[in-house]
Structures are given as structure tokens and as C-alpha cells.
């Protein structure tokens, strides 16, 4: 199993204090048993304990820095593991700094007082991005957030518009294909400030409805999804 690497600094400290197993136990508010199963990656840091280790060692930028990275990289895979025996495969095709970057916007859409721009997510492969959309709304419902997911061609009731304004994450697929009534609506959810996940093959600025350009323009940052990258090997001929 892997050790987190918050868990990794926090051993380094602790061994540069001279602490015995014991002592972080105590330090962390855990006992020695549940303190090895953190340290060897069995059990994941809750909650309580990331405030113990805050409160322990975050004088450290470090630490700080590593607790960040654990909320946003390590815990939500590992968690997701754990409660759905290995859903983290199901979306093993979106690219890990798009899954990283989908999971930053998540995390902060309640650590701001600012309106947060939503994310516009583009690339040549339909599938890729679908992909990519239900892996956010996958990572929202993990979180305890309302979700709507729509598509550009959807036949909207005005309930369904009401929800989709209101909703925590709403989504929408294929705005390249918006109607006029999507574009109503996501002009409505940028009036409310309220950020939104939108994909299409095309470009932002290569959309055909100029007014809805300007408003992604103003509401949301580009996401490119394109397969990762094989690296090329090449052959260097023998020289004779």
C-alpha cells in the first residue's frame, strides 16, 4: 500500500524530535494501534487526525503543503477505493492532471468569497470527455454535492432549468451544440455567480454563438483532455 507522504514528513519530524512511536501517538490524539496502520497506508487519515497533525506540525510550510496535497490528490482515490472496491479504474483513461485539476476546482468551491470560474473542458475525443465530465460529477457526489448533468440538446422543462441553476455542480455536455435555451440557462447560472463544467470538441473562441463566447470567456478556465503523450523511441542507425 502507498504511505502518504503527509504521513511520510510527519514520521521525518517526529523522528528529528526524538519521539518514540508512543509519543506521536499521544501528540496525534490516536492510539499506537491506529498509528501504525496509518503510517504503513491500511487506513487512511481522517478528518480529526488531519487537524491533530495540523495542530502538531503545521508550523511546518511543509506540512502545510503536504496536507493540501493529501486532500486533493491522495485522499479521494483512496477513498473512493475503499468505498466502492475500485471506481478510480473506471476513469483510469481521463489524464491524472485533468482528474487533479477537476478535483482542485472541487475543493474550492466553498473556500472562496470570490465567484469561481467554472471549467470549460475541450479535446477531439467525445468519449474522452464524457469521461472526463463523469469523473467531476463522480468526485461531486463524493463530496455530498447536488449535481445536474445535461446535454447541449436537452428539452428543458422550466423545473429542470430551476434545478440546474440552483445545483451545487451543474454540467453540461457538448455546448457546441447548445440550443438557445441552454444558452439561456448558462447565461442564468453566470447571473447567479454560480460556476458551472461545460465540454465541447471546439475551441472556446470557434463557437458559433459569439454572445455565449464572451461568457465563457468571462466564466470559466480551459481544460484540454487529450490522451496522455507516448513517448517516441528513436532508433539511432549504427554507424559503420
Not at 166 to 192: G, K, P, Q
Amino acid at each position: 500500500m502507498n504511505v502518504p507522504l503527509l504521513v511520510r514528513e510527519v514520521d521525518r519530524i517526529a523522528r528529528e524530535r526524538g519521539w518514540s512511536r508512543r509519543q506521536l501517538a499521544q501528540a496525534l490524539g490516536i492510539d499506537p494501534t491506529t498509528l501504525s496502520h496509518v503510517r504503513s497506508g491500511r487506513d487512511p487519515i481522517s478528518q480529526p487526525l488531519l487537524i491533530q497533525i495540523g495542530v502538531a506540525f503545521g508550523g511546518s510550510p511543509t506540512i502545510q503543503q503536504l496536507m493540501l496535497h493529501y486532500l486533493l490528490i491522495e485522499a479521494p482515490p483512496r477513498h473512493v477505493q475503499r468505498r466502492t472496491g475500485g471506481t478510480t479504474a473506471t476513469f483510469a483513461i481521463v489524464p491524472y492532471k485533468v482528474r487533479w485539476r477537476i478535483r482542485r476546482w472541487l475543493a474550492q468551491l466553498d473556500g472562496t468569497a470570490t465567484p469561481q470560474r467554472g471549467l470549460f473542458l475541450t479535446g477531439a475525443d467525445a468519449g474522452l470527455l464524457s469521461a472526463a465530465a463523469r469523473f467531476a460529477v463522480h468526485e461531486a457526489a463524493q463530496q455530498g454535492r447536488t449535481h445536474v448533468v445535461l446535454s447541449a440538446t436537452d428539452r428543458l422543462t422550466a423545473s429542470h432549468a430551476a434545478a440546474a441553476i440552483e445545483t451545487d455542480v451543474l454540467v453540461l455536455e457538448r455546448v457546441d451544440f447548445a440550443s438557445e435555451r441552454i444558452a439561456r440557462l448558462m447565461d442564468a447560472r453566470s447571473d447567479a455567480l454560480r460556476p458551472m463544467i461545460v465540454t465541447s470538441c471546439r475551441d472556446r473562441d470557434a463557437l458559433a454563438d459569439r454572445h455565449l463566447v464572451r461568457t465563457l470567456r468571462a466564466w470559466t478556465e480551459t481544460i484540454t483532455v487529450a490522451p496522455p503523450q507516448t513517448p517516441t523511441h528513436r532508433r539511432h542507425a549504427a554507424q559503420s
